[in-house]
């Protein structure tokens, strides 16, 4: 996060979300470092499929699904579409985290 998107979000929720100005206030500006063979929308879903999940099951989730792109002849991007929905859900990925990296992916393709 750059300097101004940190005073930006500030600003937008100094009025009606105390508690949420309060933490971004003390949390500072974040950083967000992905490694470099990665491409960032790779990282945001593998983001994504980590959370509320142990990095075992999530590494394996994720190998399940670059599987998955694989046998599809297919790139990551090219497999997080509706078209794919049902084959992400057996690669062990949630209905809502299907949905969630699906819509990323539409809109960083839209910009």
């Not at 979000?9 to 949390?27: D, G, M, P, W």
């Not at 999940?53 to 699904?65: P, T, V």
């Not at 046998?71 to 991007?77: F, S």
Request: aromatic share 6%; glycine share 4%; with cysteine.
């Amino acid at each position: 996060m750059s300097i101004k998107s940190h005073k930006q979000l500030l600003e937008v929720y100094r009025q009606e979300f105390e508690t949420l100005h309060a933490q971004i206030l003390k949390n500072g500006v974040q950083t967000l470092s992905r490694p470099n063979n990665q491409s960032l929308f790779e990282h945001l879903a593998k983001t994504v499929i980590s959370q509320q999940l142990s990095s075992k099951a999530a590494a394996s989730i994720w190998r399940r699904i670059e599987n998955f792109a694989k046998d599809q002849e297919r790139n990551i991007h090219e497999i997080f579409t509706e078209e794919h929905v049902v084959g992400l859900r057996s690669c062990g990925l949630s209905k809502y985290k299907s949905r969630a990296i699906i819509e990323l992916n539409a809109k960083m393709n839209t910009g």
